[in-house]
């Protein structure tokens, strides 16, 4: 959750326990129960989808950062063999294309590592007679393969957990909305007892006072190549914000494939990725309204 939403949701059971304590106050307006009766069903929803977010994922996090670490340090292992073999052999390609570093392999994205693995693992095979001696063998490529292929299952596994904690964060949007909606009708309801009741008038509105930020402080995108990686100039992205007339925001990414966004305001938006020769890409992003927000897009040729 973030800054806002939680200052939010602070307000909010402040006004729960308001409308408690003034009960003969509260009916005395006319729709005040059924605006009651929704805003605590949009709260216990809050709630739920706050409680999902902070649990997370943090023992497949955990877990994958512990493999992640086991599958370099045997790659290190593996290459060390490598490069004693290709020194000797003078094979310069083999010195040049198994020379990471630890750090070069924990900087890689986790989809770079599996496939530079499963490059080390190929080699391995096809040199594995000669390898003997540098005690690379069956054996040394079973473990290779197995803590790779555990690697990428949980790798797969976390980013389903992406997609679930991106709905998530969409249906904690959806829940807010549903809240300030209740709240915007019941400060019309709150004007009738005005006069007749100024202290509870007066609590209600100092409450209902939220000083916060509006606008995201920017959006910072990277629209690269899905096959090579490099970044690609010149596509279109435009953010279209849901169920708002508003005019969309476009912006065109430079040289590297870069763009960003200073200023937008928060909310649900569609966004729609365009180049010529590429394959259109349409996502659909939640802007939490405080934070900064990283979009990665990898566009497929076609």
């Known amino acids: 959750m973030t800054t806002i939403q939680l200052e939010k949701l602070r307000k909010y059971l ?3 326990v308001l409308f408690g304590t ?11 129960q059924e605006y009651l009766n929704e805003l605590d069903a949009a709260i216990l929803e809050i709630q739920t989808y706050k409680k999902l977010q902070q649990e997370g994922n943090k023992e497949l996090t955990e877990q994958e950062r512990q493999l992640k670490a086991k599958l370099i340090a045997e790659l290190l292992e ?8 290709a020194t000797r052999t003078k094979d310069n390609l083999l010195l040049e294309t198994t020379n990471l570093s630890k750090t070069d392999m924990n900087r890689m994205d986790e989809l770079d590592l599996i496939a530079y693995a499963k490059m080390i693992y190929s080699k391995v095979d096809a040199l594995l007679i000669n390898l003997e001696k540098y ?31 991106k709905s998530t964060t969409s249906y904690l949007a959806e829940a807010y909305k549903r809240a300030d909606t209740v709240l915007s009708y019941m400060d019309k309801e709150v004007e009738i007892i005005r006069s007749s009741e100024p202290k509870f008038y007066s609590e209600y509105k100092t409450i209902r006072k939220i000083d916060l930020p509006t606008d995201v402080m920017q959006v ?26 508003a005019k969309p925001i476009v912006k065109q990414s ?8 200073k200023t937008i305001a928060p909310g649900i938006y569609t966004v729609i990725i365009t180049k010529i020769g590429y394959q259109t890409q349409t996502l659909t992003i939640t802007l939490p309204g405080d934070e900064q927000y990283n979009l990665a897009v990898k566009m497929v040729k076609g």
């Open 14 to 16: 402040i006004l729960q």
């Open 220 to 245: 910072i995108a990277k629209i690269t190549d899905a096959e090579t990686g490099a970044g690609i100039p010149n596509a279109t992205a435009t953010f279209t914000l849901k169920d708002d007339v």
């Open 22 to 32: 003034n009960s003969s106050i509260v009916a005395k307006l006319p729709n005040a």
């Open 135 to 165: 005690e690379l063998n069956a054996a040394t490529q079973k473990i290779l393969m197995d803590i790779t292929t555990q690697f990428e299952a949980l790798n797969s596994e976390s980013g389903k957990s992406e997609v679930d904690k």
């Open 78 to 85: 593996t290459q060390r063999r490598l490069q004693a073999y």
């Open 254 to 261: 430079a040289e590297k494939g870069g763009f960003q966004i």
